[in-house]
Nanobody
Framework: VQLQASGGGLVQAGGSLGLSCAASGPTFSSYIMAWFRQAPGKEREFVAGISWTGGFTYADSVKGRFTIARDNAKNTLYLQMNSLKPEDTAVYLC?????????????????WGQGTQVTVSS
């Protein structure tokens, strides 16, 4: 599967931004999907993940502020980000895998999009 993330940009603290990840191929619904982020000089960090059936999990740092969703008919993954903070600034990447034991581990994912920059100003 090929992934293409979009929707990043510059937003003020407290604002909102929505990301999308378009997937190619007819089997999108069979993949576990996730969003990660990576800030300069930092390790790639799990943000949110969603299963084939829509079950989801979030990093503690984004719980209550971010919402992950998927539309299998449109082969698209979403991330709605509200109440953004400067520490949310990073490149956001979407990832896919047919099987995942631990959502948080980047090594569990086989396919990655190119990333989209999110910058939150204070």
């Amino acid at each position: 599967v090929q992934l293409q993330a979009s929707g990043g940009g510059l937003v003020q603290a407290g604002g909102s931004l929505g990301l999308s990840c378009a997937a190619s191929g007819p089997t999108f619904s069979s993949y576990i999907m996730a969003w990660f982020r990576q800030a300069p000089g930092k390790e790639r960090e799990f943000v949110a993940g969603i299963s084939w059936t829509g079950g989801f999990t979030y990093a503690d740092s984004v719980k209550g502020r971010f919402t992950i969703a998927r539309d299998n008919a449109k082969n698209t993954l979403y991330l709605q980000m509200n109440s953004l903070k400067p520490e949310d600034t990073a490149v956001y990447l979407c990832a896919a895998s047919r099987t995942v034991i631990r959502y948080l581990k980047a090594t569990e994912y086989d396919y990655w999009g190119q990333g989209t920059q999110v910058t939150v100003s204070s």
